[in-house]
């Protein structure tokens, strides 16, 4: 188990426990938590409805060029914007803070 925390777009944090062992992302594990969460495409890195910010200094698995390029259309991106989808919760997320990225028009 893992602690991480979610910031919603309200500046409200949601703190939790996550499992390192059943392959869960954090877009998932943010949808379990009933966060407001689209993650339309199914975690396929298709979409940025599951985009967030990166607010600790984990170390991040590298972005692919899929992540990469969503996110070149995403609105509202920043330097450490990722697609939660490719976050998968591993022992290295301990202690991460995200906040959702508000929703783009």
Do not use: W
């Not at 689209?38 to 992540?67: F, I, K, R």
């Not at 919760?89 to 991460?96: A, F, H, T």
């Amino acid at each position: 188990m893992v602690n991480i925390t979610i910031i919603d777009r309200e500046g409200e944090t949601h703190k939790t426990e996550a499992p390192t062992d059943m392959n869960l992302n954090m877009m998932e594990l943010a949808k379990a938590m009933e966060l407001p969460v689209e993650g339309t495409c199914g975690g396929m890195a298709l979409c940025a409805s599951c985009h967030c910010y990166v607010e600790s200094d984990n170390e991040l698995p590298e972005m692919s060029e899929d992540e990469e390029d969503m996110l070149d259309q995403a609105f509202f991106v920043e330097d450490n914007s990722r697609l939660s989808c490719q976050l998968p919760i591993s022992d290295e997320l301990e202690g991460l803070v995200v906040r959702l990225a508000p929703v783009g028009e």
